[in-house]
């Protein structure tokens, strides 16, 4: 071997021993299904910072993300995410208190940053509700769930179809869920979650659902449509439980109507409504977390169309245009609430304050009622608590 050669040969090791590195760590855009045939593949391949790129398709299939991704459709209606027949549960998916599985179509978990825009993902889902007892739960189904201290930033897509087909009976089926406490293990699971723009319709539960201490969410923009009226017992559109803090602004909200006979109406200690925003405790005193906005939303024609509970100063409840809900306009339940400048019209009361376990005061800012069949404003005591109502006009 000549000198040149050698000192060549050196040359070239030195390249590849700098350019190496760089390459390893560069960020690539992976192409579905022109360069891998599935979603999951190309998950399972790529490094974190990478982009996916997934054509328009049908992709029946359960996708996984761990890691940091970005993942872009060509539009929500060209790229859809299809429930395979059969949801299996991922190995980080945990069960519910009553050791029910919990699974769903999209799952981001263990401390991913995702980014994703331009999907639909849409069921439906078998095997959600007991054949022989069809209101009975047999595994906690999500479309897009987010878990284990993970973050997504969900944009320009559609979440449909998470129910039976036909429709099922079991209060079962959210669109999107932003972490889990209804698990078996103290604390739940923590999740982040930006919302915009998102279509969110055709669930049999909830439309979005975030909960639990530690998770946060950013909801905006988005139109949450529910079943109408309905069989379903607890239809709701956006839900804020157990110390999760959530901003929910801008939003469109329709559509939560029970119609069970015997069961569902107008009288909150005994029958059962369905919200277009709740935000409360699934334990008691565990209601949404101080900081919790609630603003600007557009909340028609549900049973109920706000509804705080369990709250000390948690939320700030403003500047809502709430219309034709049938029953309540704006629920206050056990707690200190305030409000202000909302528009609120038609149904039997305007807004509503309840106390059941703690005396409960809701100062009024600046509302606007009118229309409504029974009383602009009401007060319900029981139990030995008072329910108070301050009017403020100016």
Do not use: W
């Not at 395979?84 to 699974?103: I, K, N, S």
């Not at 909150?268 to 334990?283: E, L, M």
């Not at 030995?384 to 100016?394: F, L, M, R």
């Amino acid at each position: 071997m000549t000198q040149v050669t050698r000192k060549s040969l050196v040359v070239l090791a030195m390249l590849a021993g700098n350019l190496l590195p760089v390459s390893a760590h560069a960020r690539s855009t992976l192409v579905v299904p022109a360069q891998f045939p599935t979603i999951q593949s190309a998950v399972d391949f790529a490094a974190p910072g990478d982009t996916i790129k997934v054509l328009p398709g049908t992709y029946a299939e359960q996708v996984l993300i761990d890691k940091e991704l970005t993942l872009k459709g060509a539009g929500a209606s060209k790229t859809i995410i299809q429930a395979p027949p059969t949801l299996m549960p991922h190995a980080e998916d945990p069960v519910d208190r009553a050791g029910r599985p919990t699974t769903e179509i999209v799952l981001v978990t263990n401390g991913a940053d995702v980014a994703m825009s331009g999907f639909t993902v849409t069921g439906p889902v078998s095997g959600m509700c007991d054949p022989l007892r069809p209101r009975r739960v047999l595994r906690r189904i999500a479309g897009i769930r987010v878990i284990n201290g993970a973050t997504l930033d969900l944009r320009d897509s559609r979440v449909t179809g998470i129910r039976e087909n036909p429709l099922g009976l079991c209060n079962n089926g959210n669109g999107i869920g932003v972490g889990l406490t209804t698990i078996n293990f103290a604390g739940g699971s923590v999740g982040h979650a930006t919302i915009k723009n998102v279509r969110v319709d055709d669930y049999q539960e909830d439309g979005i659902f975030v909960s639990g201490p530690g998770s946060t969410a950013t909801i905006s923009e988005n139109v949450v449509t529910g079943q109408g009226p309905s069989p379903l017992q607890e239809h709701l559109g956006i839900v804020i439980v157990d110390r999760a803090v959530a901003t929910v602004t801008r939003n469109t909200i329709s559509g939560h109507l029970c119609n069970v006979p015997n069961e569902c109406g107008p009288d909150f200690f005994s029958q059962i409504q369905s919200y277009g925003i709740a935000a409360y405790g699934v334990d008691p005193g565990s209601g949404p977390g101080p900081g919790t906005v609630i603003s600007e939303n557009n909340v028609v024609n549900n049973d109920v169309g706000i509804l705080v509970a369990d709250g000390v100063g948690c939320c700030t409840v403003s500047e809502n245009t709430v219309t034709n809900n049938r029953f309540m306009g704006v629920v206050f339940f056990d707690g200190s609430f305030t409000t202000s400048e909302n528009v609120i019209t038609g149904g039997d009361v305007g807004i509503q304050v309840i106390a059941a376990t703690v005396d409960t005061v809701a100062v009024l800012h600046e509302d606007v009622i009118t229309g409504t069949s029974i009383a602009p404003v009401q007060e319900l005591s029981c139990c030995g608590v008072t329910a108070t109502a301050i009017v403020q006009t100016e």
